[in-house]
């Protein structure tokens, strides 16, 4: 490896930690323009940003902004080489394929977001499809991109209900194991995803990437 | 882990009036409508004879001193406003100006939740060591109070073997409240002088200051009088410490028990700056209210927290520091009552800016040391610091651009601003926030890690060393004491 293309990854990597989508995008255009391997430029150069920032967070020494921060830059840069990828015919090989949504009825979605942002940085392709979705919305659009996990989120105790409906129709559908089921959100207790036999809950959004590497078998 | 910096309450935003002009003055009023009618009980021969020179009138018999208003008020009158705490490593110095809040350990317990064991058990000489290293590390502990009893060391030199603990321990400044006789002044300033390198250097850089409690109602110890003159002597900032409780050794009326409490501290104060005129001195006091159905001891109580507030504004009135208690909580372990008591007392104490606290540490009013108690306290130390210095307005901190580019729905995480702000915002050590499910896992909660903190402390801190031959010097002194 040139001593050129080592200088890129390192820049790429501090972009990340840096949270800054910005410098992320533009080094991403750059490493097209060298003709380094898309691939490469994510797993040698951005994904070490990602874990660092991560293994920090864990450690309880980064804050969540920067953690979101370089989520997004990730994202931003992924977007930039996904692209190439394609044209390569190499597509990256994901963690798996994630529905999120809140729920019909509620329009709270801070915490879903940042699952969100937080997943596709550790290399799940997320659908987000906003809030106030109903059941046959998010199963339908599952099936469309064959997806292996759905999230489903909820604020209010009128509206977590709903996912009691969407396990069950699942269910009904015979579409479990094939697709899994995380519920989240401030009133969902582990009691509760237990009782609608969800298939995991977590607090946080760092958990929720726990629990969904752990559902897709990649823990 | 260690810390040099020290964090004080300065420049503070947030204010309290709780007595107004009118209040102080006539609590003065009845101060010395007491000093000079009831009068106050000095029972050392030496505080006798310098009342006697000044023109008050003396009760040899009685040992008590009538004393003229206007004699009281130009003595207080020589009292420095402001001066300086000495510590052993200069960058410790403690500023005493009226904008400072330091905050200290607490004294002088008897018993300690034993750092490894957990269980209570009697003090010794090891455990104030070991208090003056882990404070040492802390940024909240400003200074030493002498912590706990060494109760394995010999009685005539107690004392001075705490003091020696704490010094050879810490860098920090050292506030004792536990030399009152002539013989451990007389050492202990030996000790002071050696530390700070010289008489005159022990003036400008005093490492040493005297608490002497009083003997309420309205009386003092005579070893504590002659202590406190051998301090002020040497130039060694010296308070007297009121401790009066309503209904036992005040009124039931808070107001009464302040004017009472006021004239124990006012009249040795004087009495200070008449033998030495312009001597550092200060304000102390620790008042509380007496359970009205047990009559003890409370360790906390809304009566506790206004006399903390309260107090300030006498010693601003006298133009003194104060070294106000607060903390010494009178719950039994680090719990709700803990908590609770220690935030107000504290706050309380804070808002009206008491150049000194005492202090973090104990359970059941001022007996039982726990360390867990200590680093709890410490935190809430942190939390009052970070409320006094209020809430900034500016184009800045509005942040208008931010909220432009957020707009409806979305979130702030992501934005620049959030970034160069985020870590303004208070990062506590010890309140549980973690999910409820982590919680339930670990079993663990505050208490469990401020006992951790304190083990990883003591095993992992080394404070600068003393020099040696300072501590052979302290030895020797000592020795010379000890019978």
């Given at each position: 490896m040139s001593e050129e293309i080592e200088k890129l990854f390192k820049e790429m990597a501090q972009s990340i930690i840096d949270g800054d989508s910005d410098i992320s995008t533009e080094l991403a255009q750059k490493s097209i323009e060298m003709g380094v391997p898309p691939l490469d430029a994510i797993t040698k150069g951005f994904v070490i940003g990602v874990n660092y920032i991560g293994d920090q967070?864990?450690?309880?020494?980064?804050?969540?902004?920067?953690?979101?921060?370089?989520?997004?830059?990730?994202k931003a840069a992924v977007a930039i080489l996904e692209p190439e990828l394609l044209k390569l015919g190499s597509a990256r090989e994901t963690m798996g394929k994630v529905i999120l949504a809140t729920v019909e009825g509620d329009i709270h979605e801070i915490g879903k977001t940042l699952v969100g942002t937080?997943?596709?940085?550790?290399?799940?392709?997320?659908?987000?499809?906003?809030?106030?979705?109903?059941?046959?919305?998010i199963i339908g659009k599952a099936l469309e991109i064959d997806a292996q996990l759905i999230g489903l989120s909820a604020l209010l105790t009128t509206t977590m209900v709903r996912q009691r409906e969407i396990i069950e129709e699942l269910d009904k559908e015979n579409l479990r194991p094939r697709i899994q089921v995380m519920v989240g959100g401030a009133p969902i207790t582990r009691d509760w995803a237990t009782k609608i036999k969800a298939d995991g809950t977590s607090e946080d959004a760092v958990g929720a990437v726990a629990l969904a590497k752990q559902l897709v078998g990649k823990a | 882990?260690?810390?040099?910096?020290?964090?004080?309450?300065?420049?503070?935003k947030l204010k309290l009036d709780i007595l107004s002009k009118e209040d102080v003055q006539k609590i003065h009023e009845a101060t010395l409508h007491i000093i000079e009618n009831v009068g106050v009980r000095f029972p050392s021969k030496r505080a006798l004879k310098i009342w006697e020179d000044a023109g008050a009138e003396v009760?040899?018999?009685?040992?008590?001193?009538?004393?003229?208003?206007?004699?009281?008020?130009?003595?207080?009158?020589?009292?420095?406003?402001?001066?300086?705490?000495?510590?052993?490593?200069?960058q410790q110095n403690l500023t005493l100006d009226g904008n400072h809040v330091h905050l200290g350990t607490d004294g002088c317990g008897v018993e300690i939740i034993d750092i490894h064991t957990g269980v209570k058990r009697t003090t010794e000489l090891q455990d104030v060591r070991d208090i003056a290293r882990v404070a040492d590390a802390t940024e909240e502990v400003a200074f030493h109070w002498v912590p706990v009893s060494a109760q394995d060391a010999p009685v005539e030199a107690r004392g001075l073997h705490e003091l020696k603990a704490v010094w050879e321990n810490s860098t920090k400044h050292v506030q004792t409240e536990s030399i009152y006789n002539v013989d451990e002044a007389k050492a202990s300033m030996e000790m002071a002088i050696l530390l700070a390198g010289g008489k005159e250097e022990l003036r400008k850089r005093p490492v040493l200051s005297l608490m002497q409690c009083t003997a309420p109602p309205l009386g003092h110890d005579g070893g504590s009088l002659d202590a406190a003159l051998i301090a002020a002597e040497h130039g060694v900032p010296t308070g007297f410490m009121t401790m009066t409780a309503c209904m036992t050794t005040g009124p039931a009326t808070m107001a009464g028990t302040l004017a009472v409490g006021n004239a124990e501290v006012i009249a040795a104060t004087a009495l200070l700056q008449l033998a030495y005129p312009g001597a550092p001195v200060f304000y102390a006091a620790a008042q509380t209210a007496s359970d009205p159905r047990l009559g003890v001891y409370t360790g906390g109580g809304p009566e506790d927290f206004l006399f903390g507030a309260a107090t300030n504004v006498l010693a601003d009135?006298?133009?003194?520091?104060?070294?106000?208690?607060?903390?010494?909580?009178?719950?039994?372990?680090?719990?709700?009552?803990?908590?609770?008591?220690?935030?107000?007392?504290?706050?309380?104490?804070?808002?009206v800016m008491s150049d000194m606290l005492l202090g973090c540490g104990f359970l059941h009013g001022s007996r039982i040391w726990s360390y867990a108690e200590m680093m709890m306290d410490c935190e809430i130390f942190s939390i009052i610091e970070k409320m006094m210095h209020g809430i900034e307005v500016n184009a800045e901190t509005l942040a208008l651009d931010a909220v432009a580019a957020v707009g409806p729905g979305g979130h702030y995480l992501a934005q620049k601003h959030t970034r160069n702000h985020m870590r303004e915002i208070f990062l506590p050590q010890f309140?549980?926030?973690?999910?409820?499910?982590?919680?339930?896992?670990?079993?663990?909660?505050?208490?469990?890690?401020?006992?951790?903190?304190?083990?990883?402390?003591?095993?992992?801190?080394?404070?600068?060393?003393?020099?040696?031959?300072?501590?052979?010097?302290?030895?020797?002194?000592?020795?010379?004491v000890e019978k």
């Open positions: 967070f864990g450690a309880g020494e980064a804050f969540l902004p920067e953690l979101v921060m370089a989520g997004e830059a990730m937080m997943l596709s940085a550790s290399g799940f392709e997320v659908t987000d499809m906003g809030v106030d979705q109903p059941a046959d919305k | 882990m260690s810390h040099k910096k020290i964090k004080t309450i300065s420049d503070p009760d040899h018999e009685k040992k008590i001193v009538k004393v003229k208003s206007y004699l009281i008020e130009d003595a207080l009158k020589q009292a420095p406003p402001a001066y300086t705490l000495g510590a052993r490593d200069p009135f006298y133009n003194i520091p104060l070294s106000m208690g607060s903390f010494a909580t009178g719950a039994k372990e680090p719990n709700w009552q803990a908590g609770l008591e220690g935030s107000l007392s504290t706050f309380m104490a804070s808002v309140l549980d926030r973690r999910p409820y499910s982590k919680w339930e896992e670990t079993g663990e909660d505050a208490r469990d890690w401020a006992v951790n903190k304190a083990r990883k402390i003591l095993k992992e801190h080394q404070p600068d060393p003393l020099d040696e031959r300072i501590s052979k010097e302290f030895e020797r002194i000592i020795k010379s």
